[in-house]
Nanobody
């Protein structure tokens, strides 16, 4: 059984920064492609950023390009999401997701079989 453990959410003022982390634990084997999704209150879960299994390719939603950076420490299967210049519209529950699909990181919820518990990010304006 593989689990994802997230940390790093919280309350921050607009313009500030936060870093989220997510570690794959349990019966792991090999490297994982990892991604961050977010779900604003009352809305659907949406893709934010993803990184492929060998950490050579990253992908971002247009709304966060230039402000968010995803990275991964392959030795520990830990992904990080550095969020800068935060805006009120970045508020939501952030979920980490993982799969072992090859190629570029997937951007759809259905392509990930393992999810973290979610961490709240609130940006005050």
């Amino acid at each position: 059984q593989v689990q994802l453990v997230e940390s790093g959410g919280g309350l921050v003022q607009a313009g500030g920064s936060l870093t989220l982390s997510c570690t794959v634990s349990g019966r792991t084997y090999g490297n994982y492609a990892m991604a961050w999704f977010r779900q604003p209150l009352g809305k659907e879960r949406e893709f934010v950023a993803g990184i492929n299994r060998i950490s050579t390719y990253t992908q971002y939603a247009d709304s966060v390009k230039g402000r968010f950076t995803i990275s991964k420490e392959d030795a520990t299967n830990t992904a990080f999401l550095l969020m800068t210049t935060l805006k009120a519209e970045d508020t939501g529950v952030y979920y980490c997701a993982a799969n072992q699909l090859p190629g570029t990181p997937r951007t759809m919820v259905k392509d990930y079989e393992t999810w973290g518990q979610g961490t709240q990010v609130t940006v005050s304006s």
